[in-house]
């Protein structure tokens, strides 16, 4: 069955970085464009980057443009969150998601399948 393992979460200084990374198994892992999503307590999962199944573009929210950066590695079927200038408000939990097969829309979690189960990333001010 497919399966997406997040790791890389964990405790950081304000304007420090972290690398999330995300290992995909049991899918055509370059049929899926794969998405980074982020869930605050009590709100709605919100996106944050995502690739295409090309990895030939990449999308970001703006609160995150200029300081993550979404990257994947087709031999080993990984997709990577580079995560700089980290700020408290960047405190979440980080889910890694694979796209519907060949799917060209990226930013809402009806356009994901596949998710993982989570990394927690927490930002000290």
């Known amino acids: 069955q497919v399966q997406l393992v997040e790791s890389g979460g964990g405790l950081v200084q304000a304007g420090g970085s972290l690398r999330l990374s995300c290992a995909a198994s049991g899918l055509t892992f370059s049929g899926h464009a794969m998405g980074w999503f982020r869930q605050y307590p009590g709100k709605e999962r919100e996106f944050v980057a995502a690739?295409?199944?090309?990895?030939?573009?990449?999308y970001d929210a703006d609160s995150v443009k200029g300081r993550f950066t979404i990257s994947r590695d087709y031999a080993n079927k990984k997709v990577y969150l580079q995560m700089n200038s980290l700020k408290p408000e960047d405190t979440a939990v980080y889910y890694c998601?694979?796209?519907?097969?060949?799917?060209?829309?990226?930013?809402?979690?009806?356009?994901?399948?596949?998710w993982g189960q989570g990394t927690q990333v927490t930002v000290s001010s």
């Open positions: 690739i295409s199944w090309t990895g030939g573009t990449t």
């Open positions: 998601a694979a796209s519907k097969p060949y799917s060209r829309s990226y930013y809402t979690r009806d356009d994901y399948d596949y």
